[in-house]
């Protein structure tokens, strides 16, 4: 199994990737914008999970009803975003891991809530809200069927 590491900017939060790359999204919903300081937010999940190494400063921001982003409280940077009901699937910011050699766009999500001031590349599909949600719907009735036909 292949493994990449990651951390804040100082140091403090460490984290260990494992396994393939599963999916890498830039979001451009509002809130994504506000945390990254007006830019989308690239995030990346891994087939077989991540480790949370080092913790001491990491912190867990509630920015909705569904999800929560992970932070250094030292230095600010951004390290994660999670689903509450799903802390274990999370998404780690790609500008925190120390190698994204071979790491690609699958796709722009939230392009329906893009602003103005800039144009959001041609380089990956790009998903509106509307169907992000569907899509999740979806992989949960998935999760749900197999869960129920497993029992």
């Known amino acids: 199994m292949s493994e990449r590491t990651g951390q804040c900017l100082c140091g403090a939060v460490t984290f260990t990737a494992h396994g393939e790359v599963k999916e890498a999204d830039a979001c451009h919903c509002s809130m994504c914008r506000r945390q990254g300081g007006g830019g989308p937010y690239f995030a990346v999940q891994f087939k077989g999970g991540v480790t949370l190494d080092k913790t001491d400063t990491l912190a867990w921001y509630r920015g909705s009803d569904h999800g929560e982003r992970g932070f250094c409280t030292a230095c600010g940077a951004s390290i994660a ?15 925190a891991l120390d190698d994204t050699s071979g790491i690609t766009l699958d796709s722009h999500i939230f392009t329906d ?6 144009t959001v590349p041609s380089d990956a599909p790009h998903k509106t809200e509307a169907q992000v949600i569907q899509e999740f719907m979806e992989r949960m009735e998935k999760a749900a069927q197999k869960e129920a036909d497993n029992s």
Request: hydrophobic share 30%.
């Open 113 to 118: 809530s893009a602003p103005d001031y800039y």
């Open 81 to 95: 975003w999670r689903l509450q009901s799903q802390p274990e699937s999370m998404g780690v910011s790609l500008g």
